[in-house]
């Protein structure tokens, strides 16, 4: 499992950085989407995966004995996902208004603010 | 000490911008809302600042969770110091934006915003805890994402994609960071983390993180080679968001790299190196680009970055003077910086253009205000005793006793180079005949604005002017604060006991 999580993360950050190198505006913001995924299963992976053991005390005990599955990347990765949404859905919508005021999906062409005045 | 009130200044920001969206329709009471919010907001971290300085450090931990536990605020005198900054460049740029900002954007929410962005930063220099501070920069960078494409110029929107694509790449980069780091400490708070890092043997890995660090502030700060972005992009937004953007957003970056890499990562001789060339190109890039530029509001966008260069040298040199002497000049930085865009603002009602080709005569129109801006533009350069020269000089002593002298050499050529630059733009804007244009229809000049307006510009203006000739002139009462951050900074023992009780 472990393995198979980092040759995934290993691809979502390659493809994201990869995707972000390219001129279209719409491969930036995929790639930004993949990076984003790639850290939230980075976070998973390094709070260790245990299986079948619920960070819960039972009821005849009074603190975790075994080694149990650390709640607290999950609650990291629960904010990153909310916070990446939010920011996605802002860099979609801004990347649409760009398109529409630009014409032109290519970066290289969005030089106005280097012109001299 | 525990004591709750101490996020105070972030709450009370919140409270403000909440209360302003229920007056979404009236602008006026808008106005005044913020304007006086902010100066409840100064009279809070002014208040912070004395508890802070009379008592010591204060925490505060979130539902009573003890500190490696829950999520801890801190206020040693460092944060207290950026909090009572932010709150003065925030009402600043509050009554400035009276002044300047167009009706239109304030229809669109500008103000609560900004209220937004200024408790993201209170947040951000507040907090204890590593990935709280992530939350907060992801405050500050979507609330400066709506404000800098507020208007949706073609300008604005192309320089927010590059401001965007990068800021969301920096916070990847941060997050994948704080992985690493839970991974191998499994723990969040600053203070906590400060003990297991140095346990760690590992040290190689430590040094990946440490570098991951270094390029997701690097970013969000500016430096050499990752600041690409922010002459694309600051110029775009008009003149009050770009001083505020100006004066603080980069700085929240330098905080964090002055706190990640004195309380969690003490850096070896490789990282010290590393930040001291990257401490000498941002300078020597940063004075190069600016020296070339024709628009005002660009030369100051370069000289952010050379001014870093500074900041970030006093990390490189890694000693309490030099330290002091950074921290000296990030007090300076924000309050000048903040202070030149509204000048530049100021100009661009006045004249209608930031090209230096044709503005000019400035000073033969306008002698008192030319007067007035000359106070930020060479508290900048440096010219003793205004309030530039003094971190510079403790920055050099600090690179004395390491016996650093190329730092010296760069640090003497970027202050040589910001002369030139600002004496270009002096020869340029106040001296030379500028060229008679017709007027625009879109811009509203100055001289069509109604007094209140008038005076909504120049106070601010005027206020933070004298506020920079008292850094310089009261250098005394800013060297002893600054060198008491820079010892607490070296030293934690303080904020760790503070923190995690014994």
């Known amino acids: 499992m472990e393995i198979l999580l980092v040759v995934i993360i290993g691809l979502l950050y390659a493809a994201?950085?990869?995707?972000?190198?390219?001129?279209?505006?719409?491969?930036?913001?995929?790639?930004?989407?993949?990076?984003?995924?790639?850290?939230?299963?980075?976070?998973?992976?390094?709070?260790?995966?245990?299986?079948?053991?619920?960070?819960?005390i039972g009821e005849t005990e009074k603190m975790l004995t075994e080694i149990y599955a650390d709640p607290v990347p999950q609650a990291l990765i629960l904010t990153a996902i909310v916070i990446s949404f939010g920011l996605q859905a802002f860099a979609i919508i801004l990347i649409k208004r760009a398109y529409k005021v630009v014409k032109t999906d290519d970066l290289d062409e969005m030089n106005a603010t280097d012109e001299d005045l | 000490m525990s004591n709750p009130y101490i996020v105070l200044p972030v709450i009370f920001q919140l409270f403000i911008a909440v209360v302003l969206m229920f007056c979404w329709n009236r602008k006026n009471l808008q106005k005044l809302v913020s304007v006086i919010g902010s100066l409840l907001a100064l009279i809070i971290s002014i208040v912070l600042f004395v508890t802070v300085s009379q008592d010591g450090i204060q925490t505060m931990q979130a539902g009573n969770w003890e500190a490696p536990f829950g999520i801890t605020f801190v206020a040693d005198t460092f944060?207290?110091?950026?909090?009572?900054?932010?709150?003065?460049?925030?009402?600043?740029?509050?009554?400035?934006?009276?002044?300047?900002?167009?009706?239109?954007?304030?229809?669109?929410?500008?103000?609560?915003?900004?209220?937004?962005?200024?408790?993201?930063?209170?947040?951000?220099?507040?907090?204890?805890?590593?990935f709280n501070l992530y939350v907060w920069f992801e405050i500050v960078i979507i609330s400066s994402f709506v404000l800098i494409t507020l208007g949706g110029e073609k300008a604005q929107l192309e320089g927010a994609i590059k401001y965007v694509a990068m800021n969301l790449l920096a916070s990847v980069i941060f997050l994948t960071a704080i992985a690493v780091l839970y991974g191998l400490t499994g723990s969040l708070n600053m203070a906590d983390l400060s003990l297991l890092v140095a346990k760690i043997e590992n040290r190689g890995l430590v040094n990946v993180t440490a570098i991951l660090f270094l390029v997701g502030f690097g970013i969000k700060s500016a430096i050499f080679p990752l600041y690409f972005w922010l002459p694309a992009s600051y110029h775009t937004p008009p003149p009050a968001i770009s001083a505020i953007f100006g004066g603080l957003l980069t700085k929240v970056g330098v905080y964090a790299l002055l706190r990640v890499f004195t309380l969690i990562f003490i850096p070896d001789a490789f990282m010290t190196n590393l930040i001291t060339i990257m401490a000498i190109l941002t300078i020597l890039t940063g004075g190069i680009g600016a020296l070339v530029q024709n628009n005002i509001r660009k030369v100051f966008s370069y000289l952010i970055i050379c001014h870093i260069g500074f900041m970030?040298?006093?990390?490189?040199?890694?000693?309490?003077?030099?330290?002091?002497?950074?921290?000296?000049?990030?007090?300076?930085?924000?309050?000048?910086?903040?202070?030149?865009?509204?000048?530049?603002?100021?100009?661009?009602?006045?004249?209608?253009?930031?090209?230096?080709?044709?503005?000019?005569?400035?000073?033969?129109?306008?002698p008192k205000f030319s007067l007035l801006m000359a106070i930020p533009l060479f508290s900048l350069v440096g010219i003793p005793p205004l309030s530039g020269f003094w971190g510079k000089l403790l920055l050099i002593q600090g690179a004395m006793t390491t016996a650093n002298y190329i730092l010296i050499i760069f640090i003497i050529l970027g202050s040589f180079l910001t002369l030139i630059i600002i004496a270009k733009l002096w020869a340029e804007v106040f001296w030379k005949d500028g060229l008679t244009q017709p007027r625009k229809k879109y811009i509203r000049y100055f001289d069509e604005l109604k007094p209140l307006k008038k005076r909504a510009m120049i106070y601010p203006i005027v206020c933070l002017s004298i506020i920079s000739l008292?850094?310089?002139?009261?250098?005394?009462?800013?060297?002893?604060?600054?060198?008491?951050?820079?010892?607490?900074?070296?030293?934690?023992?303080?904020?760790?006991?503070?923190?995690?009780?014994?």
Not at chain 1, 28 to 51: E, H, P, R, T
Not at chain 2, 352 to 359: A, D, E, H, K, N
Not at chain 2, 485 to 499: F, Q, S, T
Request: net charge positive; proline share 2%.
């Open chain 1, 16 to 56: 994201g950085i990869y995707l972000m190198l390219r001129r279209s505006l719409v491969k930036l913001i995929i790639g930004l989407i993949l990076l984003g995924n790639g850290a939230n299963l980075l976070i998973f992976l390094l709070g260790k995966i245990v299986k079948g053991n619920p960070p819960l």
């Open chain 2, 79 to 130: 944060s207290a110091m950026l909090v009572l900054l932010t709150a003065i460049s925030g009402l600043a740029v509050s009554v400035y934006s009276v002044g300047s900002v167009r009706n239109a954007r304030i229809k669109f929410g500008y103000f609560p915003i900004l209220h937004f962005l200024l408790m993201g930063l209170c947040g951000a220099f507040l907090t204890g805890d590593i």
């Open chain 2, 312 to 366: 970030l040298a006093g990390l490189g040199i890694y000693t309490t003077v030099a330290i002091a002497g950074a921290i000296f000049y990030l007090i300076h930085d924000i309050i000048v910086k903040t202070n030149l865009f509204m000048m530049s603002g100021l100009i661009f009602k006045i004249k209608g253009t930031y090209s230096m080709r044709i503005l000019g005569g400035f000073y033969k129109e306008h």
């Open chain 2, 470 to 502: 008292f850094i310089g002139l009261g250098a005394e009462w800013v060297f002893q604060i600054s060198g008491q951050i820079a010892e607490n900074l070296i030293h934690p023992e303080e904020y760790l006991k503070a923190v995690l009780g014994n």
